[in-house]
């Protein structure tokens, strides 16, 4: 009986120290990691809205499902141009997260993909960019798209899904056109 409560004993000590030593790591690298969080955001919104500078994009809401901003012509902000938003398809592996800009129109302008876990060498190639090129070209595709019709070919769209990766495919080009809808909604019910 004394050797049990000496294991146990040992182990709750143990435990708590662990415990202790990861709160204090946590509480170490939290401020961290929200700054980086927040600078990936900052550098997705200029690769997704390119035709407005910095200052001129602005956080509109967050009150529902959708996270979206509004883009102005300039730092003024007279004269909104365009939207940029945040949106989640379920992918084969993990959840794709893509910051996806339009204008006002509803044609896309830019699109960077913000997290993903897909698998390596199938569905990461959503971030793939070709020897020679600049940019992934996955995502090019849906440049100068109305973000409300993109579709895959296979599901009779414009949108070439990736070989050996179409549940990525797909996950991202139906995210991205429901995540419009559900912004025209948002932006409906603000104006309301």
Known sequence: MKDILRLGSILMLTTAVAAVGLAAVYSVTKPR?????RLAIENALTLALP???????????????IQYYKAYESAEKDTLVGYA???????????????????????????KVLDQKETPGLGTKIEEVKYGESDPWFTRQFINK?????????????I???????ISS??????????????????KNQQN
């Open 33 to 37: 990691i929200e700054e980086q969080k």
């Open 51 to 65: 035709m407005v500078e910095k200052d001129a994009i602005v956080p509109a809401g967050d009150q529902s499902d």
């Open 85 to 111: 938003y945040i949106t989640r398809g379920a992918g084969y592996s993990s959840t794709i997260e893509t910051m996806v800009g339009v204008d006002s129109s509803g044609k896309i302008v830019g699109l």
């Open 146 to 158: 109305p973000a409300a019709k993109v579709q895959l070919e296979k599901d009779g769209g414009s």
């Open 160 to 166: 070439d899904s990736i070989t050996g990766a179409t």
């Open 170 to 187: 797909r996950a991202m080009t139906n995210s991205i056109a429901e995540g419009y809808h559900e912004l025209q909604e948002a932006v």
